[in-house]
């Protein structure tokens, strides 16, 4: 008796693709068989989660971590994100 195992190959040469039939009959018949064994149309959920900002720009700066918690402080009191006082010191600062 051998110790090797079996051997297992394919031969990749002899496998071909197909298009997938997407005809209005093909549809037909897989909408009907889908219906018989009891699936269901799902609808697209609506995503959850917090809403996606236009605020894609990042800062990165490094301050002295007393003022990061006085920004972050300030932030969670007016409920705003922590780039809208950055905005608004910005617009400040240049005068408008």
Do not use: C, N
Not at 12 to 30: F, I, N, Q, W, Y
């Amino acid at each position: 008796m051998s110790d090797k195992p079996p051997t297992f190959s394919i031969d990749l040469a002899r496998l071909r693709t197909r298009r997938k039939d997407t005809t209005p009959e093909s549809l037909g018949r897989v909408d009907t068989s889908a219906e018989q064994l009891g699936f269901v149309e799902r609808e697209p959920r609506r995503k959850r989660g917090r809403q996606p900002s236009p605020r894609t720009g990042q800062v990165h700066a490094k301050v002295m971590p007393h003022i990061a918690d006085e920004i972050a402080e300030e932030a969670r009191r007016r409920g705003v994100q922590q780039g809208v006082l950055i905005e608004e010191a910005w617009a400040l600062y240049k005068g408008h």
